[in-house]
């Protein structure tokens, strides 16, 4: 694709993390960027460069507007889990984009999906997304990332890992995962917005490596300068901390999916594709270590001087 013209993206979920992320890396690299939100202006997260739209993915003439004059999309979807919401909001996207004439549209699953059917919702609304998405007939690029690095830098995870070298997550420690950065997320999206010859594609997407539990402690042990351990943290206890403030709905569907990996049936389902998508999108996603180095971990020091 030229890279003279910018494109007219819009991205669903960009007043999220991961969209958020994505909306950041395109208007830094001169595209045009439109978002959906329901939030006051004093409450939106900062995008320079976007745009926006009043409505939600519930409101078919929103995003409609949304995807009007765009000529790419880039979508995640928000974090509910009920069957039939998920189904209706991916059909009013498609619906929209087939409208619109979108040339391409990029689908970020928000997580790897087991090849069989599972009973977890957080796996099988998104395969459902995916469907509805492909089954409109635009160009689609279907992105699967495992888990993010962006997670560990929070008020769950820095004070721990800062003060007592604790790094604690609900994935059991033997299981290998690809981990990556909402950053690196961007960069896939970015490439699979433009590369030529993906259309039609699904990558699991991830990290430089995989990485055991220890294998990740050891890497951010090095980023840290420090001496780090794992502790592979209960599912149940992640999904109540996680409810208290995402509620209890959301906080059960993302916490399927750690319930379903410590059950062991898919081990490797978070872990690297071998290098295919890195290879076919052309990115290349930095290291653990340095990624821990770039992050601000004095915000979470509680050492006053």
């Known amino acids: 694709m030229s890279d003279q013209i910018p494109m007219r993206v819009a991205v669903v979920g960009a007043t999220g993390f991961q969209g958020g992320a994505v909306a950041r890396l395109l208007a830094e690299r001169g595209q045009r960027v439109r978002t959906l939100t329901r939030a006051a202006e004093a409450d939106r997260p900062p995008l320079p460069g976007a745009s926006f739209v009043g409505g939600d993915l519930d409101d078919p ?3 409609r507007r949304l ?20 189904r209706r909001y991916a059909r009013n996207v498609a619906e929209a984009a087939r409208e619109a004439g979108i040339k391409r549209l990029v689908y970020n699953a928000n997580t790897r999906i087991p090849q069989q059917s599972t009973n977890v919702a957080a796996f099988e609304t998104r395969r459902i997304a995916e469907e509805e998405l492909r089954a ?8 699967r990332p495992p888990v993010y690095l962006d997670n560990l830098f929070s008020p ?27 950053r690196d997320l961007a960069e896939a999206v970015f490439a699979a917005l433009t590369v030529d010859g993906v259309e039609g594609e699904t990558f699991d997407i991830g990290g430089a490596e995989s990485l055991t539990g220890d294998e990740l402690a050891s890497a951010f042990g090095t980023g840290l300068g420090r001496d780090v351990r794992y502790l592979s943290l ?3 206890v992640f999904e109540q901390a996680l409810s208290q403030v995402a509620g209890a709905e959301a906080a059960a569907g993302v916490a399927g ?49």
Not at 74 to 84: F, I
């Open 257 to 305: 999916i750690y319930h379903y990996m410590a059950t062991g049936e898919d081990p490797l389902l978070m872990a690297g594709d071998g290098g295919r998508a890195a290879d076919a999108l052309a990115v290349k996603p930095a290291p653990v270590d340095e990624w821990v180095t770039r992050q601000p971990w004095q915000v979470w020091s509680t050492d006053a001087g």
């Open 67 to 86: 995807m009007e004059g765009a000529t790419h999309a880039a979508v995640v979807m928000p974090l509910v889990y009920g069957t039939e919401q998920v």
């Open 234 to 236: 209960p599912p149940t």
């Open 156 to 182: 769950w995870n820095g004070p721990a890992l800062v003060s007592e070298g604790v790094l604690a997550y609900p994935l059991p420690g033997d299981s290998s995962a690809a981990w990556i950065s909402h």
């Open 136 to 143: 409109s007939g635009v160009p689609l690029v279907v992105l």
């Open 61 to 63: 003439p929103a995003v």
